[in-house]
């Protein structure tokens, strides 16, 4: 299993990015794919997931700024992320769970500026 985020970047407080994440390995057609991340000296916390079926559910702190979109023709799942904010910084990882095992991509930066 191979998952490959990108995307990430430098922007100005109030901007967006759009983070990618591709798939290898997994039957991407039925299994969820989540969005973590972490910021410094912080645990691991979860973005938001979308299902097989595209249903999406996000933490509070980032709903109605961000969106997970998913193309499974593409094999790739999108973090649409609007109204950055400085918290937002944090390095941004996909993750499924496949077979009662995790996998994680290897993470792509986010830094907002304020």
């Known amino acids: 299993v191979q998952l490959q985020a990108s995307g990430g970047g430098l922007v100005q407080a109030g901007g967006s990015l759009r983070l990618s994440c591709a798939a290898r390995g997994i039957n991407f057609s039925i299994h969820t794919i989540d969005w973590y991340r972490q910021a410094p000296g912080e645990q691991r916390g979860l973005v938001g997931s979308?299902?097989?079926?595209?249903?999406?559910n996000y933490a509070d702190s980032v709903k109605g700024r961000f969106t997970i979109s998913r193309d499974s023709a593409r094999r790739r799942v999108y973090l649409q992320m609007h109204d950055l904010k400085p918290e937002d910084t944090a390095v941004y990882y996909c993750h499924v769970v496949r077979l009662g095992r995790a996998f994680w991509g290897q993470g792509t930066q986010v830094t907002v500026s304020s």
């Open positions: 979308i299902s097989s079926g595209g249903s999406a």
